[in-house]
């Protein structure tokens, strides 16, 4: 089984993320959301904290790029996400990281996880168009895939892509929807989630090995 997993939201904790880097510019972190909204989101362009220097004319650029090259962003994981990895990885025979976006900021990102990066088979960088997906579009067909992600509109154009590559064929995919600060929380959406038999979790540790016992052991007490 390939297990694909999903950084921001799902993995990373992203808020805390953006406001360790909010910190580094010295910015509280209305304003910083603020300026990104402006400069990047409204604007339609990737981030990249060099962009955001250039874009908030900082002369301290050097100094800051140099501070954040010392920051180890594994450390705002959320909480069980190493030990959900570490038991994924036991039980798939390939554990694959895989983001969307800008690929030089996401890049950046990742080399500065830490050790946790170690754990992956592969890590893949796509913009967002899924269509273009070569990595999607080239998954092995004989073997099952596992996909956790926050979005539930990314993971859907995710699972359309690999069922095409596969000829319309979906057996042998899960997908894990874990809930996010960003992810639409709806009856409808749960209903869809439902329908597909997809599985929803309210955060990643409830993937957690320790979770699974728990689960089992709650099954078991049933039977
Ligand atoms: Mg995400």
Redesign the pocket.
Known sequence: MTTIF?????LLDTVRFKEALADLLGMDVVKFNKSYRENFEEKGINYTLEAHLDALGRDDKKDIIEKFNKMNIGKYFYEKAKEVLLNERINCDKLVLLTFGDEIWQEEKVKRLGEVVELFDEIVYENDKKENSHFLKNLPTDSDIKII???FK?TKEMFDEIVKSRSGNASGIEVIIVK?KYSEDTQELRNEIKKRCWRYCENIAELSPENKEVEQERKFAIR
């Open positions: 999903d950084l921001d939201y799902t992600n926050d979005k990314e996010s």
